[in-house]
């Protein structure tokens, strides 16, 4: 079998890999690296359950080889916290009920990272259009909204310190 | 959902990719965004020997206006071409139809140069770039042509491409002043394919008429298609609700979609000439307000 | 959500009943750090895939694996004749009939699992299962349950012997045929229509899968897997298997959502104990999800033909309902054994008459089993589709109002315990005032104005109703068992000396919220803040037994044990509190985490400092530790009910449905967690709204499943989905321990009739009475344009 060395930097660190041109990269990054949030839920690119980011934009890592990766900047659901301080998307969905079984939530979370990265003060609509790849089958998305308003509210704060807070 | 095995290769250069293509002729295929292709090869619909990864080739993914035309490389993705400023200004078809492909996630990696050589027949571009009677770019080696939008897609996933080249680059002529355009897909879901799409661009005369029209139609017959019949019809004719049901009409006689599970064939022959006086009321209300 | 005050008798930080506590789940999962089923791999495991049959029905002339097992790293293809060998190839389904772990003849619907393959890693396996070829000869499909039952018609189950020569499989009914006629005869107004409500599929975003792993050197069987019920499959192996039941360890793992999918034995996990018993190894089996959609167990597709019998004023006398239910080649639902058609009849719903009839036959046709739930109790949302869409009927036949219809029919507060015609015996409700309080927050009558001058304009407006009256929490064990168990459940409590608390439940979450509020059931009860209490589930050898999470039980039954246990812990405690203050344990009063001395509340022992006695200084006589069992068994269902109020406006050129606004009021008794019963109703409401709209597993004539992917089985996305407006009524059960009623499935079973009501409402003038859901586009426009009103 022929294998491709590939080398990706996952989260920040440097990670490299013999694989398949066939290999997946979700599964580069569940069964090869180890970092299992990232998850899958179906095989037609329609859940969104294996969202990532690739070079700073969302992708669907079940519809993306590990080769094409090889060279970028790979982010997962594990590259969200510093540490122990949630980013503030996580600490949303946390807050606001925004996630029961969990399956969809890192996904979840990452297309709207990279949603409020594109857009810092997003409508209830552009919210929804902008999850609109993510399928989610326990929450009935209004607390996944109201999470992505919260972490708006808390980016904006962090981006623009001297404005007073409007946070209600 | 695994793919069959596959030789891959990612050329540093445009020539380079054209050499793998000739030489390994009828069983390579491009990869560029992959959201076309991937999801066909986890099924083992298709079962290419070797994918050509034209993800890194410099220069493809530029849009520019040159000559009076929009010039879009193949690999710039729906939602690079949804965000340019200048797609947004002069193009307002484009960016309505680029900004419905899918979901945010395929619009940052889907490309406009793989939707149109993959030729889905339920692909919005394909009707888009027909209705601006635009053209594709198609190179091999040592050889490039202009092909005209209209009449190059074939049949299911086939075009005009030959196994041996790569599209390069969409060209569409600027729409000028008293223009407007519109892109109405009925989905059965956000997301879905569509059911009917219908692109239109309207340009008007002096005289309120419509001096001359562009309609295209996917999802509706074995590859999106000009709806030529429909667009005589409205040439020289004032907007009028009477005249758009009428080119409805000429476009769902033109049509010849099939039954699935969006629907019967008399369903999508009737959505065919809804969506069309829908495409073409807006397309015209954007051209009055282009004045 | 516009709400009741929720009453609450501990603080926040101890985090008893009623407080919108976060969730201990949550910093997990946000980080990525859960643990489902693909994420666990073990030391040398194989991977394990199917090959599936393109066919619906066809004999297997023949097995080639020669190709497969010349791939570098495969290393085994499975059969039905190898299991035959072992008798393994046929298996008992929860419903008592039995299920084919692999064929050895005949597949009997597209999709069924033909053999295994066994490989070192997961893209192997899926190059062998491409290269195993099979020989069918295919045979004719039936796909139709009516069909099935005419004289003649093939028999798809000749294993049942020749005294069985047909495909019907039972025939159940409740009710009084004879006064239902009778009844219906005097009727002065009877409405009669046919509704019909497809296969549906769950679609948890996480698939089914597991991990066998065999010991042989102990003779022990671990089995990690998706299930919602555990303890059941672990008796299920024992008996199928001959393993000793001690032998067999089952432990769930984070579960991405069941809705009762997970609730059935697939043979995917069978096969992959035999792999592992075969290989040594462990094996891992993780579906993709065509195979989840074509080959899992399914919900609804019931034939249903209901006629409601009434006064000219529209007072409702009768009911009477026939109903043909589609279970696919096997009855494989996960029913009560003395229910084949679950709790089909709580059909009479929220209303008041005296005589009523359903009758049930279950029909074999080449599909995949159907009969599981679709986040709902038993075969509920059916009745309370079918009731609510009769009343509906009703009242636009006699031309009253619909709510109006309603209130003159509910079943009035002072009536309960109200015995049904059908024989349960309803423990609580209010029913006019959860509709008063959908149709103030939706503001009813301006609706009705609205609707009335957008009709005279040609628009479409519609307003549906749903007054629903849900059954959960199975059940007494007088007449609920599966298999014969008993359908209890369990909590088990422990308090560690530092007034540490650990309880270990019955019942399995899948996204629920348990880790969260059966802490907080014990916090109200002892004290103990939820920070200090850890629940834990879903390991067979260390949880006590229970039937676990489906059909909404775990609140109303797992969540009484753990009310009782906790109780159990709080009568010991007073002894031990009685013993360190030198009092008479009756002279103790308990509040607030403490016994205190009646009239001296300086005198006072906090939990914590009686659990740390109960180890360090108990009393002469009295057994060291502080910890109970319950195993509860309820004393009757409970019956959580709701009032929903939908408008939808409908394009006249295309025939969308686009629900405007839905207004959701629930009563689910006394609340345990505000916040998680709001996600609960939200996830409901769009479990109730997809089928409604896009949901539905459609065959064609050979039986192909035309829904077998995401892109054709349509998920609502955040962008149709409606921003869901909820409200609140408590009426608490009078019986349950802690006067919750369970929620979970509440919405699914209320909301699709709310949706359907509110299209028919908005095209009745036309005269049209009924469609069936889901209300497609294609669906609701052909209606439009024979009726000449589509654009």
């Not at chain 2, 008007?204 to 298609?225: H, K, M, S």
């Not at chain 3, 549906?464 to 929490?473: A, K």
Request: hydrophobic content about 40%; charged content about 20%; aromatic content about 6%.
């Amino acid at each position: 079998m022929s294998t491709i060395h590939v080398s990706v930097t996952v989260n920040g660190e440097r990670r490299e890999a013999d694989v398949e041109p066939r290999l997946l990269l979700v599964h580069l990054l569940r069964d090869t690296f180890g970092l299992t949030g990232t998850h899958i839920g179906c095989d037609s690119s329609n859940c969104g359950a294996c969202t990532v980011h690739v070079d700073g934009m969302s992708a669907k890592s079940c519809t993306m080889l590990a080769v094409q990766v090889d060279g970028r900047e790979v982010r997962t659901i594990e590259g969200m916290a510093d540490g122990a301080a949630l980013h503030p998307l996580q600490q949303a969905f946390w807050d606001q009920h925004g996630l029961q079984c969990g399956f969809c939530t890192p996904g979840m979370i990452m297309q709207a990272a990279w949603l409020l990265e594109q857009n810092a003060a997003p409508s209830e609509g552009e919210i929804r259009e902008g999850i609109a790849g993510n399928l989610c089958r326990c929450t009935g998305y209004v607390n996944i909204v109201k999470a992505i308003q919260q972490a708006a509210d808390t980016l904006r704060a962090v981006d623009a310190p001297a404005e007073p807070a409007t946070a209600g | 959902m695994i793919p069959p095995r596959f030789d891959y290769a990612r050329p540093a250069s445009l020539d380079e990719a054209l050499q793998l293509l000739a030489s390994r002729e009828g069983e390579a295929k491009v990869l560029a965004g992959g959201f076309s292709l991937l999801p066909l090869m986890k099924y083992r619909l298709a079962q290419p020997g070797l994918l050509v990864d034209i993800g890194r080739v410099a220069g493809l993914d530029a849009i520019e206006e040159v000559d009076g035309e929009l010039r879009i490389g193949a690999r710039a993705t729906h939602g690079a071409i949804a965000g340019h400023p200048l797609v947004a200004a002069r193009y307002p078809l484009i960016r309505e139809a680029a900004g419905g492909i899918g979901d945010p996630q395929i619009r940052n990696w889907g490309t406009i140069g793989g939707s149109c050589a993959h030729a889905d027949p339920a692909s919005d571009w394909p009707a888009v770039i027909q209705a601006l009677r635009g053209s594709f770019v198609c190179r091999s080696l040592g050889r490039e042509r202009v092909v005209a939008a209209r009449g190059f897609f074939l049949d299911v996933f086939t075009t005009g491409i030959e196994p041996t080249e790569v599209l390069t680059q969409v060209r569409v002529p600027r729409p000028g002043p008293r223009s407007g355009g519109a892109y109405v897909k009925l989905e059965r879901r956000t997301g879905d394919f569509a059911t009917v799409g219908v692109a239109a661009q309207v340009q008007l005369g002096a005289d309120g008429r419509i001096a001359e029209v562009g309609l295209g139609l996917t999802a509706v017959a074995d590859a999106p298609f000009a709806a030529g019949d429909a667009e005589d019809a409205l040439r020289g004719a004032l907007p009028t609700a009477e005249k758009f049901r009428e080119a409805g009409l000429a476009a769902a006689r033109q049509a010849r979609p099939t039954e699935d599970r969006h629907g019967p064939v008399d369903y999508k022959l009737t959505m065919v000439r809804v969506m069309t006086e829908r495409a073409l009321r807006l397309a015209t209300e954007r051209a009055q307000a282009n004045g | 959500m516009t709400d009741v005050q929720v009453r609450t008798t501990t603080t926040l930080e101890v985090g008893g009943m009623g407080h919108s506590v976060k969730r201990k789940e949550d910093p997990r999962f946000i980080r990525g750090k859960g643990e489902y089923i693909d994420d666990l791999n073990l030391p040398g495991q194989l991977w394990m895939d199917i090959v599936r049959s393109p066919y619906a029905h066809a004999k297997i002339l023949g097995i080639d694996a020669s190709e497969a097992l010349k791939i570098p790293g495969v290393l085994a293809v499975v059969t039905g004749a190898d299991l035959e060998k072992a008798g393994l190839h046929w298996m008992p389904t929860l419903a008592g009939d039995k299920q084919m772990v692999l064929p050895t003849h005949t597949v009997m619907y597209q999709a069924q699992e033909v053999a295994a393959v066994v490989a070192t890693d997961r893209y192997i396996a899926a190059d062998g299962v491409a290269a195993v070829l099979v020989d069918y000869e295919p045979l004719p499909v039936i796909v139709d349950p009516k069909k099935a039952l005419e004289p003649g018609a093939q028999v798809l189950r000749p294993d049942r012997g020749p005294e069985k020569a047909n495909n019907h499989i039972w025939h159940w009914e409740s009710g009084d045929r004879a006064a239902a006629d009778a009844a219906l005869a005097k009727a002065d107004v009877r409405v009669a229509e046919d509704i019909y409500i497809p296969r549906i599929h769950v679609a948890s975003i996480e698939t089914c899968g597991c991990i066998a792993d065999w010991d042989a050197v102990n003779g022990h069987l671990t089995l990690h897997m998706t299930s919602q019920a555990p303890h059941a499959i672990r008796t299920v192996l024992a008996l199928v298997s001959g393993l000793p039941e001690h032998k067999i360890r089952v432990k769930t793992h984070d579960i991405g959502g069941g809705f009762g999918g997970k609730v059935p034995v697939y043979p995917g996990y069978v096969l992959a104990v035999v792999a592992s018993l075969t290989t040594g190894k462990p094996v891992k089996w993780i579906e993709d999800r065509s195979e989840n959609l074509q080959a899992d167990s399914f919900a609804r597709d019931y034939h249903i033909h209901a006629e409601l019998g009434a006064t000219k004023e529209g007072r409702i006398t009768s009911l009477k309902v026939k109903t043909i239910a589609d279970h696919g080649y096997t009855d494989a639902a996960a029913d009560p054994s003395k229910f084949p058609a679950g709790l089909f009849n709580v059909i009479t719903g929220s209303y008041d008459f005296p005589d009523a009839f359903v009758e049930v036959d279950g029909v074999y046709t080449n599909k995949p089993p159907g009969g599981v739930a679709y986040r709902c109790s038993f075969r509920v949302t059916e009745a309370v589709h079918a009731i609510e869409r009769m009343v509906d009927i009703l009242a636009h036949e006699i031309g009253k109002d619909p709510a109006q219809l309603r209130m003159e029919n509910f079943i009035q507060p002072e009536q309960f315990p109200y015995k049904t015609p059908t024989g349960w015996e309803y423990d609580s409700g209010n029913y006019p005032v959860a509709l008063r309080k959908a149709m103030d927050m939706i503001g009813y009558e301006d609706l009705r104005r609205e609707q009335a001058e957008k009709r005279a304009r040609g628009e479409l407006m519609g307003i549906g109703i749903s007054s629903f009256t849900e059954i959960v929490g199975a059940g007494p064990s007088h007449t609920f068992d599966i298999l014969g168990i008993k359908m209890f459940d369990s909590c088990e409590i422990r308090v560690h000396p530092t007034g540490k608390v650990m309880a270990r439940i019955g019942v399995q979450t899948q996204g629920q919220g348990h880790e969260t509020t059966f802490a907080q059931i014990i916090a109200e009860e002892l004290g103990f803040p939820v920070a200090d209490i850890a629940i834990e589930y879903g390991d067979t050898d260390t949880a006590p037994y229970g039937l676990g999470t489906y059909a909404s039980r775990s609140t109303p039954v797992a969540g009484a044990a753990t009310a009782i246990a906790a109780r159990k812990i709080r009568d010991k405690a007073r002894l031990l509190a009685a013993h360190l203050l030198e009092a008479n344990p009756d002279d103790l009063e308990w509040g607030s985490g403490a016994f205190s001395v009646k009239g001296s509340p300086d005198k006072k022992k906090t939990i914590q400092e009686i659990a740390f006695a109960a180890y360090t200084n108990h009393p002469q006589g009295m057994e060291a530790g502080l910890e109970a069992v319950d195993y509860y068994d309820p004393p009757n269902l409970t019956f959580p009910f709701g009032s929903y109020i939908c408008v939808v406006d409908i394009d006249r050129g295309t025939g969308q449905v686009k629900v405007r606004r839905f207004v959701a009021v629930d009563d689910c008794g006394n609340i345990i967690n505000p916040m998680i019963v709001d996600g609960q109703i939200h996830g409901g409401l769009t479990m109730g709204f997809a089928p409604a709209l896009y949901e539905e597993i459609a065959y064609d004539e050979l039986g192909n499943n035309l829904n077998g992917t995401f892109m054709d089985y349509l998920l609502p996305t955040a962008v149709e989905t409606p921003a869901w407006e909820t409200g609140k009524t408590i009426t608490p059960s009078p019986h349950h321990p802690i006067g919750a009623k369970g929620v979970g499935e509440s919405a699914t079973v209320g909301a699709p009739p709310a949706i359907a009501n509110a299209v028919v409402d908005a095209l009745w003038h036309l005269g049209v009475r009924n469609i069936d859901i889901p209300m497609t586009p294609q669906k609701v426009w052909r209606i439009l344009n024979e009726k000449g009103v589509a654009l």
